[in-house]
T-cell receptor
Framework: DGGITQSPKYLFRKEGQNVTLSCEQN?????MYWYRQDPGQGLRLIYY???????QKGDIAEGYSVSREKKESFPLTVTSAQKNPTAFYLC?????????????FGPGTRLTVL | EDKVVQSPLSLVVHEGDTVTLNCSYEVTNFRSLLWYKQEKKAPTFLFMLTSSGIEKKSGRLSSILDKKELSSILNITATQTGDSAIYLCAVAFNTNAGKSTFGDGTTLTVKP
């Protein structure tokens, strides 16, 4: 089955800790994205990557870091510099081709800071 | 600054009602407008609109884009409890291939 997987589903972090959220896709998509969703709000873009070994900051990149060493994988690290990290994190991917802008989403990771 | 605004933010209706959700945008380099449905976790794709005035339809759901008014509507007829979800509108850009900006969503609750 093709799709996007995220792990873990739930993550608890103590203040001052860095944590890494996993995102893997087997859709052979070029681009991958990380979003943050807070209650009552839409999706805000953290980072995105169009190609291996390259990524760009989104609208709320401060306190986050990413890597794209493989086409299939785009892990997100939430660092201790992120002051309010409790949120729902969604990873998505898309094929970069004229005529389609659809993004396909993983099931998400809910991060709670204790 | 690129902006996507959805209204209403929340809506409660009864089964069988028809609803209209709105999305307006102020962006540079518009390429397409997309609608997604988010029931519990992962948003799923509903429609992608690029041309003004052409309705896209899927069952009881339909959507249309008005490029002159910089807006789109999503209609759901004969609503069912399974339509309860957050409906997200997003705009994709000609530059920054693949990047989209999302609105805050409309939370629809359909009561039996």
């Amino acid at each position: 089955d093709g799709g996007i997987t995220q792990s873990p589903k739930y993550l608890f972090r103590k203040e001052g800790q860095n944590v890494t959220l996993s995102c893997e896709q087997n859709l052979n998509h070029d681009a991958m994205y990380w979003y943050r969703q807070d209650p009552g709000q839409g999706l805000r873009l953290i980072y995105y990557s169009q190609i291996v070994n390259d990524f760009q900051k989104g609208d709320i990149a401060e306190g986050y870091s990413v890597s794209r060493e493989k086409k299939e994988s785009f892990p997100l690290t939430v660092t201790s510099a992120q002051k309010n990290p409790t949120a729902f994190y969604l990873c998505a991917s898309s094929i970069l081709r004229q005529g389609t802008d659809t993004q396909y989403f993983g099931p998400g990771t809910r991060l709670t800071v204790l | 600054e690129d902006k996507v605004v959805q209204s209403p933010l929340s809506l409660v209706v009864h089964e069988g009602d028809t609803v209209t959700l709105n999305c307006s945008y102020e962006v540079t380099n518009f390429r397409s407008l997309l609608w997604y449905k988010q029931e519990k976790k992962a948003p799923t794709f509903l429609f992608m609109l690029t041309s003004s005035g052409i309705e896209k339809k899927s069952g009881r759901l339909s959507s249309i884009l008005d490029k002159k008014e910089l807006s789109s509507i999503l209609n759901i007829t004969a609503t069912q409890t399974g339509d309860s979800a957050i409906y997200l509108c997003a705009v994709a850009f000609n530059t920054n291939a693949g990047k989209s900006t999302f609105g805050d969503g409309t939370t629809l609750t359909v009561k039996p």
